[in-house]
């Protein structure tokens, strides 16, 4: 790993900043502080003037003054054991020194003017001493379990980095204090996958080395800001970032934050590389309070994470506002479409490249309150995310299985029947039972199902998701890597999944004729899917010369715009009779 240069200081101001979060100010009790120590002069030097022989009267009864000294003495004992008590460290020198302070006179009267009346004041002196020293270590021991606690309440248990807690207080200190700060939202991409796949230690190791390297970062002060590093719980953390003159500033150190992620981590002889999605928002321009940045912020930090795009920094910004209520409508009508049952499905033609039906995708559509179709790239990731994906799945699974059936029946079809089914459903215990069940049900042979599995989304639980493969593949059911390209598989991955066909999805198929690279690109896809023995099927093919040009470079099969779109399926029933 790269060496860093700690720069001296900032580990203070982090000290500092959970220090002031649980230990309160003391400037008040100064005062009392120097009042107990002057009581204890005066009661010394009033104890030794009352060593006289003078009286004084009260109801004319002659009283001496020598009878007040066990009183003044007691006094000052108390005001010593007080000291030390309300004022820790401070108070138990403070009290040692008043105490040594008066030793040498005791010395002088006992040894030099041989008076030896003073023996039993030294005993006690004796004996406040050992008294203080017990408070003393007494206090010690509260101190240190004090720290403890403090420890355990504002520091994250697993990464050992600041937590909520004192993500939380240090905000709504800056904000107190109306300083200019930005609040970032971090989460790690694709950390789910991690935890399914190699397990929580596994997992819990990736986190504890993430946060690690970035309080390290933090305490470098190489990002250029002072920044804070605090962990919210799971995969998330929240950075706050102060001294900045400009947006700028705030975008380079964060863009630090994430190169020290860059370098693979190591655990237990596997390789991890970690990326993580980041949204901020300012104080106090975006919002003034506490609640609505944590809410801008986590809005933008979710934004970028859906664009999966190249780029995993987005500051917040009001349209932002717009899309999340969008998606929250969305949500809703998710539920109400099921509840209504009013999902329906539409069905896309695949055809090899004679132009013969070799099956239809079934595509799930749901429509707004105007009757406008929603798109599905909008509402499958809202009920991926809100966990009704099984649902609608389940929805458009059922129904394009029981009209799929009926057409078996009726014409002796031997075409396919696709469905996507999203990873979180696929990993369902009961998904295996499910499959059956339909397949029974509806009297469709296992081989003329095919199941699309999203290769990208695949990744983040890898072992589940191949367990449930294997056992579809033993029942008959063929299966799809959908949208291939798009992810991160690399070779070893591919040959493990017993696919039949590969989807190279429509992204690479529109760049394909631009340039001679993405030709190359599509055609080098097209070969490995031949060398792992699977048909290779190219989505949204809308021109002749993207067809073509398939067909130059071994195309197996086509799905696009150009031979047909998705369909109602009284269309898609017209297709097999013509
Ligand atoms: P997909 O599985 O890759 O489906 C292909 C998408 O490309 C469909 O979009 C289809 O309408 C579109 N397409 C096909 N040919 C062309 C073309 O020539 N030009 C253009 N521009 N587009 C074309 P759609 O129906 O919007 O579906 C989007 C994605 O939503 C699907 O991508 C699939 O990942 C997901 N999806 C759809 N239905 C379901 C479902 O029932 N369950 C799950 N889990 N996901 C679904
Ligand atoms: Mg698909
Ligand atoms: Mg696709």
Same mark, same amino acid.
């Given at each position: 790993?790269?060496?860093?240069?700690?720069?001296?200081?900032?580990?203070?101001?982090?000290?500092?900043?959970?220090?002031?979060?649980?230990?309160?100010?003391?400037?008040?009790?100064?005062?009392?502080?120097?009042?107990?120590?002057?009581?204890?002069?005066?009661?010394?030097?009033?104890?030794?003037?009352?060593?006289?022989?003078?009286?004084?009267?009260?109801?004319?009864?002659?009283?001496?003054?020598?009878?007040?000294?066990?009183?003044?003495?007691?006094?000052?004992?108390?005001?010593?054991?007080?000291?030390?008590?309300?004022?820790?460290?401070?108070?138990?020198?403070?009290?040692?020194?008043?105490?040594?302070?008066?030793?040498?006179?005791?010395?002088?009267?006992?040894?030099?003017?041989?008076?030896?009346?003073?023996?039993?004041?030294?005993?006690?002196?004796?004996?406040?001493?050992?008294?203080?020293?017990?408070?003393?270590?007494?206090?010690?021991?509260?101190?240190?379990?004090?720290?403890?606690?403090?420890?355990?309440?504002?520091?994250?248990?697993?990464?050992?980095?600041?937590?909520?807690?004192?993500?939380?207080?240090?905000?709504?200190?800056?904000?107190?204090?109306?300083?200019?700060?930005?609040?970032?939202?971090?989460?790690?991409?694709?950390?789910?996958?991690?935890?399914?796949?190699?397990?929580?230690?596994?997992?819990?190791?990736?986190?504890?080395?993430?946060?690690?390297?970035?309080?390290?970062?933090?305490?470098?002060?190489?990002?250029?800001?002072?920044?804070?590093?605090?962990?919210?719980?799971?995969?998330?953390?929240?950075?706050?970032?102060?001294?900045?003159?400009?947006?700028?500033?705030?975008?380079?150190?964060?863009?630090?934050?994430?190169?020290?992620?860059?370098?693979?981590?190591?655990?237990?002889?596997?390789?991890?590389?970690?990326?993580?999605?980041?949204?901020?928002?300012?104080?106090?321009?975006?919002?003034?309070?506490?609640?609505?940045?944590?809410?801008?912020?986590?809005?933008?930090?979710?934004?970028?994470?859906?664009?999966?795009?190249?780029?995993?920094?987005?500051?917040?910004?009001?349209?932002?506002?717009?899309?999340?209520?969008?998606?929250?409508?969305?949500?809703?009508?998710?539920?109400?479409?099921?509840?209504?049952?009013?999902?329906?499905?539409?069905?896309?033609?695949?055809?090899?490249?004679?132009?013969?039906?070799?099956?239809?995708?079934?595509?799930?559509?749901?429509?707004?309150?105007?009757?406008?179709?929603?798109?599905?790239?909008?509402?499958?990731?809202?009920?991926?995310?809100?966990?009704?994906?099984?649902?609608?799945?389940?929805?458009?699974?059922?129904?394009?299985?029981?009209?799929?059936?009926?057409?078996?029946?009726?014409?002796?079809?031997?075409?396919?029947?696709?469905?996507?089914?999203?990873?979180?459903?696929?990993?369902? /215990? *009961? %998904?295996?039972?499910?499959?059956?069940?339909?397949?029974?049900?509806?009297? =469709? !042979? #296992?081989?003329? &199902?095919? @199941?699309?599995?999203?290769?990208?989304?695949?990744?983040?639980?890898?072992?589940?998701?191949?367990?449930?493969?294997?056992?579809?593949?033993?029942?008959?059911?063929?299966?799809?890597? /959908? *949208? %291939?390209?798009t992810g991160y598989s690399s070779l070893s991955y591919l040959t493990? =999944? !017993? #696919?039949?066909? &590969?989807? @190279?999805?429509?992204?690479?198929?529109?760049?394909?004729n631009s340039s001679e690279s993405s030709k190359q690109y599509v055609?080098?896809?097209?070969?490995?899917?031949?060398?792992?023995?699977? /048909?290779?099927?190219?989505?949204?093919?809308?021109?002749?010369?993207?067809?073509?040009?398939?067909?130059?470079?071994?195309?197996?099969?086509?799905?696009?715009?150009?031979?047909?779109?998705?369909?109602?399926?009284?269309?898609?029933?017209?297709?097999?009779?013509?």
């Amino acid at each position: 790993m790269k060496k860093h240069i700690i720069f001296p200081g900032r580990h203070e101001i982090i000290e500092k900043t959970l220090k002031s979060l649980t230990i309160k100010k003391r400037t008040h009790r100064i005062f009392f502080y120097l009042f107990l120590v002057l009581f204890f002069v005066g009661a010394y030097f009033t104890r030794r003037a009352t060593g006289s022989s003078e009286v004084f009267i009260i109801n004319r009864q002659p009283i001496p003054f020598a009878s007040l000294t066990g009183i003044f003495s007691i006094l000052s004992n108390l005001s010593l054991i007080l000291i030390v008590v309300l004022f820790g460290k401070t108070g138990f020198l403070t009290s040692m020194a008043l105490l040594l302070w008066q030793t040498p006179r005791l010395f002088f009267i006992i040894f030099k003017m041989k008076n030896y009346a003073v023996l039993p004041g030294i005993g006690t002196t004796i004996f406040v001493t050992l008294v203080i020293i017990l408070l003393h270590l007494n206090n010690l021991q509260i101190e240190k379990y004090q720290t403890k606690l403090r420890n355990l309440a504002v520091i994250d248990s697993l990464t050992e980095i600041p937590n909520r807690l004192a993500c939380v207080e240090l905000l709504n200190k800056l904000i107190k204090n109306h300083e200019k700060f930005a609040v970032v939202m971090i989460d790690l991409n694709n950390f789910k996958g991690i935890n399914d796949t190699m397990g929580h230690k596994a997992g819990n190791d990736v986190l504890v080395e993430v946060a690690s390297r970035w309080k390290l970062a933090v305490d470098s002060g190489l990002s250029g800001t002072v920044d804070f590093i605090t962990r919210q719980g799971g995969d998330e953390f929240t950075l706050i970032i102060r001294n900045y003159n400009s947006e700028e500033d705030i975008l380079k150190s964060i863009s630090y934050y994430e190169s020290v992620l860059e370098q693979r981590i190591v655990i237990r002889g596997k390789d991890y590389f970690i990326t993580a999605s980041f949204g901020y928002a300012e104080f106090p321009t975006d919002a003034d309070n506490f609640d609505t940045l944590f809410a801008y912020s986590d809005m933008a930090m979710y934004q970028i994470k859906r664009e999966r795009s190249s780029n995993h920094i987005l500051h917040f910004t009001p349209e932002l506002l717009k899309i999340s209520e969008y998606n929250t409508e969305l949500e809703r009508r998710i539920r109400t479409a099921l509840l209504q049952n009013t999902i329906y499905f539409k069905l896309q033609p695949q055809y090899d490249m004679s132009h013969n039906l070799r099956g239809f995708e079934a595509l799930a559509r749901m429509n707004d309150t105007e009757n406008n179709v929603i798109n599905p790239d909008d509402f499958i990731p809202i009920a991926e995310k809100i966990g009704l994906i099984d649902s609608v799945d389940h929805f458009v699974f059922e129904n394009s299985a029981k009209f799929f059936g009926d057409l078996i029946k009726k014409t002796g079809t031997d075409i396919t029947l696709s469905i996507n089914i999203s990873v979180r459903h696929l990993i369902n /215990d *009961d %998904f295996i039972a499910e499959v059956q069940s339909i397949l029974n049900t509806y009297g =469709i !042979p #296992a081989k003329q &199902l095919e @199941i699309e599995i999203t290769e990208s989304i695949m990744l983040d639980s890898e072992d589940k998701s191949l367990e449930r493969i294997n056992e579809l593949k033993k029942m008959g059911i063929k299966i799809a890597i /959908d *949208d %291939f390209g798009t992810g991160y598989s690399s070779l070893s991955y591919l040959t493990r =999944i !017993p #696919a039949d066909l &590969l989807k @190279i999805d429509k992204s690479f198929i529109n760049k394909m004729n631009s340039s001679e690279s993405s030709k190359q690109y599509v055609a080098t896809i097209i070969s490995i899917g031949h060398t792992m023995k699977f /048909d290779v099927i190219s989505e949204g093919v809308e021109k002749e010369e993207q067809l073509e040009t398939l067909r130059s470079i071994g195309c197996d099969l086509i799905q696009g715009y150009l031979w047909g779109r998705p369909m109602m399926p009284e269309d898609a029933a017209k297709l097999i009779t013509k």
